[in-house]
């Protein structure tokens, strides 16, 4: 952790106030060097508090993320987090990623971005990003799954992205096959799993998350508003992204874990359990092709079964999978 | 095609020589301009006579290959040769069409290197590359394939890569499963089959292809002379690369169009008939895992069905298959 990232943790630690003598104790720098550091986090947003009487005592955080602050409040974690960087502005944060995977970055590494002049979804549509309204991030992986085996990081991401937002919000949001996240039937997040690979073999794998957090409904493009929706339209209060991204990369770090120990089919239950498109009646694209059926459950891979008019049970790994009414 | 391209591309139809007033009329550019280019040619080694009687005549072709000879030597193709680039050293070729594939270039796009400095082969391994001695290519696909269909890409690979191979020298090659090519037991080329992926969908591919021509024993490394050879070694003769080269594209080129017209199986089968593999006992080798069985056949995604030792049939689509003697 870099030292303001410790001091975010001590503060945190201490709502009551911690004095500058045990600051530079813990730190091994000087109360002048922490006064400094003090003055360097009110310019970025956060109000810290002075006094002879409790020391420095933290009042409120900004909204904008803070890569120390995201690292403070994360603790240790086993792969998920373990270097962040937050950009305020990037094309798409999947593209960063690449990059430093390219560059032979670790698993782990985490790029946030304040807003995206490319964000995307699957299928390369297009995903609006407004400034500082919502959670834009990318993780990178390097797991070692088949090509075929990369759906189950899409399963356990949106496991993790829901538990996160029930801890944060009290929302709970249904999955949608294969990759959104839904509240009252409108979408609220989504997942892009993106991969590196050879034929038999993954190299890497980019998780992109994008949630909508602080948006009001004026804030979503006409075309969206019928269909989507924000975590503050939901529960009716403004979100502490920062706490919401916290979150999101802790339960994705336990759930990356399950999947190290074969545990991928208790999460798999738990997608299941919170999937809205199991035991619906679907009408299913795939390119030219459109059918009707009833989605029926979830294969070893991620797969989603459909049973189609016609009795035949279809295996869909990709396009497009509509919910009737 | 480039001038220069043109100009190979009618020297060659005309081996008794063409008269410069021909081909200035050609090409749309003066007598003066024809002769500038023929001195360029010459310039990077192509032999080429002048006469006021016979006119301009190609006596021969610089070993080094040249990204407009090979345009012309190649002609029309659908897919795969569509542009061309060479280089004199790259890292690797499949880096280079990456990078390529991530700026938006077309489908078909090849790029040959005259030796690169980390080339590669399955699994991360060094591949061996020579300063002129052998072919080392990429190309460039975006093939409508799901991830764990793109085995397929590897198997027409192989199957264009054997008959270019026997057309040019006269040589049967003997396909190892899943990329390696074989003569007399000994490995002369490889190929390397990457992808960028949706999980449910290819972006892209690059199928990156090395083959040992014309290198003598004692350019091989010497760990890899027992097990490694050479078109050169194993005809006797000097082969040219650019011919080869074109060769290679050509079939490849062939191959993919089957693939588009659903005819898959039909190569699959010209495949398998050619594989050492299939009917073989072999040792296999995944990950830790180590076992023995007897390769039986190939399923409708390129994965090798392995009968076990205690006959339960293992479907492998990675990891090492060694031969039993």
Same mark, same amino acid.
């Given at each position: 952790m870099t030292t303001d990232a410790k001091i975010l943790s001590a503060l945190r630690a201490n709502p009551d106030g911690v004095s500058g003598a045990q600051l530079a104790e813990q730190l091994a720098i000087s109360r002048a060097a922490v006064?400094?550091?003090?003055?360097?986090?009110?310019?970025?947003?956060?109000?810290?508090?002075?006094?002879?009487?409790?020391?420095? /005592?933290?009042?409120?955080?900004?909204? +904008?993320? =803070? +890569?120390?602050?995201?690292?403070?409040?994360?603790?240790?974690?086993?792969?998920?987090? *373990?270097?962040?960087? #937050?950009?305020?502005?990037?094309? !798409?944060?999947? @593209? &960063?990623?690449?990059?430093?995977?390219?560059?032979?970055?670790?698993?782990?590494?985490? #790029?946030? +971005?304040? !807003?995206?002049? /490319?964000?995307?979804? %699957?299928?390369? %549509?297009?995903?609006?990003?407004?400034? =500082?309204?919502?959670?834009?991030? !990318?993780?990178?992986?390097?797991?070692?799954?088949?090509p075929q085996e990369t759906t189950q990081l899409t399963v356990i991401s949106a496991t993790a992205l829901r538990r996160a937002i029930k801890t944060v919000t009290g929302l709970s949001a249904d999955i949608k096959w294969p990759n959104d996240l839904l509240l009252g039937g409108k979408k609220v997040a989504g997942i892009l799993t993106e991969m590196s690979a050879e034929t038999d073999?993954?190299? =890497? &794998? $980019? $998780?992109?998350?994008?949630?909508? #957090?602080?948006?009001d409904a004026s804030d979503l493009p006409g075309e969206l508003r019928p269909i989507a929706t924000s975590l503050k339209m939901e529960s009716g209060d403004e979100i502490s992204r920062a706490e919401l991204a916290t979150e999101v990369l802790r339960e994705l770090d336990t759930d990356?874990? %399950? $999947?190290?120990?074969?545990?991928?089919?208790?999460?798999?239950d738990e997608w299941e359990a919170a999937c809205v498109t199991i035991g619906r009646n679907v009408t299913v694209h795939i390119g030219n092709r459109k059918? *009707?059926? %009833? +989605?029926?459950?979830? @294969?070893? @891979?991620g797969a989603l079964l459909v049973r189609t008019e016609h009795g035949h049970l279809e295996r869909i790994t990709g396009g497009d999978v509509i919910l009737e009414k």
């Open positions: 006064w400094a550091r003090m003055d360097e986090l009110r310019k970025v947003g956060y109000d810290i508090e002075a006094s002879p009487h409790f020391g420095y /005592k933290l009042v409120s955080s900004p909204d +904008a993320l =803070h +890569a120390d602050d995201l690292l403070a409040r994360l603790g240790n974690t086993k792969v998920v987090g *373990r270097d962040i960087q #937050v950009f305020e502005q990037t094309t !798409s944060t999947n @593209d &960063v990623v690449e990059r430093l995977a390219r560059d032979g970055v670790k698993e782990g590494a985490v #790029v946030f +971005a304040e !807003s995206q002049t /490319k964000g995307r979804g %699957r299928l390369g %549509r297009k995903w609006s990003s407004p400034t =500082h309204k919502g959670l834009w991030l !990318s993780v990178l992986l390097r797991p070692d799954l088949r073999r993954v190299r =890497h &794998v $980019i $998780i992109g998350i994008g949630v909508d #957090v602080n948006q990356y874990a %399950r $999947i190290g120990t074969g545990k991928f089919p208790e999460v798999a059918f *009707r059926g %009833r +989605a029926e459950s979830l @294969d070893d @891979d």
